[in-house]
């Protein structure tokens, strides 16, 4: 077992809680341990994991980092006249679109072990990303408009073939895992999950809400499937 400590900034702690829900049933059925500590400045995650299990968790800081992080950036900086509702999903379409080459950065880019300070890793080690994704952006037009990010979306639907399980309002990944990592973008969201998702093809099973039916219907056509 290894001892790892994750600590974030006390108005972040919602990202270490993340890890914590992600990981903790694991760590606890093989015997490790996790406490998690609210300080008055910092909160920190106290870990006794699996040498399997840490590889886990640096796939968890990179979500983090590659979805939570990236979409605070994109907020601050996308200048667009879009809706709220669909700047967000033009930020979680920009992060879908490039999410693995963005995974791959960060995981080289994080230490083999002790801690995990999450916000010095953004700030001291991804510099480099930064600038890749403010390279993007400026790609992205002030005047990109609804249209375009119905065409941007159904392009990245046409480009993939995962798979993902509409039930009950929530989106379930080609293994039947649930999806939650839209909650790092603010909170758990179908729309956002979905887009985030990369997904090529969504299955619906069962009735699905209107406001859900018209959003597929609009981005996904006949790629999303009605049982």
Same mark, same amino acid.
């Given at each position: 077992m290894e001892e =790892?400590? =994750?600590?974030?900034? @006390?108005? +972040? #702690? #919602?990202y270490v809680t993340y890890i914590y829900n992600a990981l903790m049933n694991d760590i606890v059925r093989v015997g490790g341990k996790g406490e998690l500590c609210f300080g008055e400045e910092r909160t920190a995650l106290r870990l006794n994991l699996s040498p399997a299990l840490l590889k886990r968790l640096k796939g968890v800081l990179a979500e983090i980092l590659g979805i939570g992080y990236k979409y605070e950036f *994109? #907020? +601050?900086n996308l200048r667009v006249a879009l809706s709220k509702r669909e700047k +967000? *999903? *033009?930020a979680a379409a920009l992060i879908a679109a490039d999410f693995e080459g963005d995974k791959s950065f960060i995981l080289r880019r994080l230490p083999d072990t002790g801690e995990y300070a999450i916000d010095g890793i953004y700030a001291f080690r991804l510099a480099? *990303?930064?600038?890749k994704w403010t390279h993007i952006l400026s790609y992205?037009? !002030?005047?990109? !408009? !609804?249209a375009d990010l119905t065409q941007f979306c159904e392009f990245l639907v046409g480009e993939s073939?995962? @798979? =993902?399980?509409?039930k009950d309002g929530s989106v379930f990944g080609e293994n039947f895992t649930r999806l939650s990592r839209s909650s790092l973008m603010g909170e758990e969201n179908a729309e956002t999950e979905i887009i985030l998702s990369d997904a090529g093809f969504v299955y619906c099973l069962g009735e699905v809400d209107a406001s859900l039916c018209d959003f597929l219907q609009k981005y996904f056509a006949e790629r999303a499937i009605f049982s």
């Amino acid at each position: 077992m290894e001892e =790892i400590v =994750i600590t974030e900034r @006390k108005e +972040k #702690s #919602s990202y270490v809680t993340y890890i914590y829900n992600a990981l903790m049933n694991d760590i606890v059925r093989v015997g490790g341990k996790g406490e998690l500590c609210f300080g008055e400045e910092r909160t920190a995650l106290r870990l006794n994991l699996s040498p399997a299990l840490l590889k886990r968790l640096k796939g968890v800081l990179a979500e983090i980092l590659g979805i939570g992080y990236k979409y605070e950036f *994109l #907020s +601050k900086n996308l200048r667009v006249a879009l809706s709220k509702r669909e700047k +967000k *999903l *033009l930020a979680a379409a920009l992060i879908a679109a490039d999410f693995e080459g963005d995974k791959s950065f960060i995981l080289r880019r994080l230490p083999d072990t002790g801690e995990y300070a999450i916000d010095g890793i953004y700030a001291f080690r991804l510099a480099a *990303l930064r600038e890749k994704w403010t390279h993007i952006l400026s790609y992205v037009p !002030s005047g990109f !408009s !609804s249209a375009d990010l119905t065409q941007f979306c159904e392009f990245l639907v046409g480009e993939s073939r995962h @798979k =993902i399980y509409l039930k009950d309002g929530s989106v379930f990944g080609e293994n039947f895992t649930r999806l939650s990592r839209s909650s790092l973008m603010g909170e758990e969201n179908a729309e956002t999950e979905i887009i985030l998702s990369d997904a090529g093809f969504v299955y619906c099973l069962g009735e699905v809400d209107a406001s859900l039916c018209d959003f597929l219907q609009k981005y996904f056509a006949e790629r999303a499937i009605f049982s």
